[in-house]
């Protein structure tokens, strides 16, 4: 059964607040599908740590995954995903 709209959103922005999950995002956005290797190092971060972080987000539905070979490849699940983040950067710049 989906969700109402306000609940949604709000397991959405639940799902991004956070700025190793923005980081990502962005990552995700400019490179296009990745896997967790890529993507902890476009973050600076451990891959275990990229991992807990991509895990939260598949669960809220933002991402998906596909196994290509001994790799999981995560891609944004929906592409207005893009547009939010650059909406939130230009809200971020503008003080």
């Given at each position: ?17 956070d ?11 400019k ?30 539905r933002?991402?998906?995954a ?17 547009d939010?983040?650059?909406?939130l ?7």
């Amino acid at each position: 059964m989906p969700l109402p709209p306000l609940k949604r959103m709000a397991e959405i922005a639940q799902a991004l607040c956070d700025p190793t999950r923005l980081a990502l995002v962005r990552s995700l956005a400019k490179k296009g599908p990745q896997h967790v290797g890529a993507l902890a190092k476009a973050v600076n971060s451990r891959p275990a740590h990229a991992c807990h972080h991509l895990r939260l987000m598949l669960r809220a539905r933002l991402l998906s995954a596909r196994r290509d070979a001994r790799y999981v490849i995560y891609s944004l699940a929906h592409p207005d995903l893009a547009d939010l983040l650059k909406r939130l950067e230009e809200i971020a710049a503008a003080g």
